[in-house]
């Protein structure tokens, strides 16, 4: 069955950078645009990034200029590099793909996340 698996997060200092990744399985990889989602407890989660089957991509607001998302279609990576984080940016992540036939809903199932902290 499909499963995302996050890793990468941390605790960082204000300004600092982090490299997340989701391992992907169970599913076609390239046939799908994946997404990064953000949540703070509390609070609904909230999409950050996505990268399409050609590779185009597209970013929150709060994120863009800082965050760039990639693919792997060899190794089924879905990447996302954090630069000049900042304390909003905390949150956990999760990596989703977005359903076909849908403008970017993301599939009923959800990984484990990675936790960012951005603290000094």
């Known amino acids: 069955q499909v499963q995302f698996v996050e890793s990468g997060g941390g605790l960082v200092q204000p300004g600092g950078s982090l490299r997340l990744s989701c391992a992907v399985s169970g599913i076609i990889f390239r046939l799908f645009d994946w997404v990064w989602y953000r949540q703070v407890p509390g609070n609904q989660r909230e999409l950050v990034a996505r990268v399409s089957t050609t590779n185009s991509t597209n970013y929150a607001d709060s994120v863009k200029g800082r965050f760039t998302i990639s693919r792997d279609g060899v190794k089924k990576l879905v990447h996302l590099q954090m630069t000049e984080l900042k304390p909003e940016d905390t949150a956990v992540y999760y990596c989703?793909?977005?359903?076909?036939?849908?403008?970017?809903?993301?599939?009923?199932?959800w990984g484990q996340g990675t936790q960012v902290t951005v603290s000094s």
């Open positions: 989703n793909l977005v359903r076909p036939g849908t403008v970017s809903d993301p599939l009923n199932y």
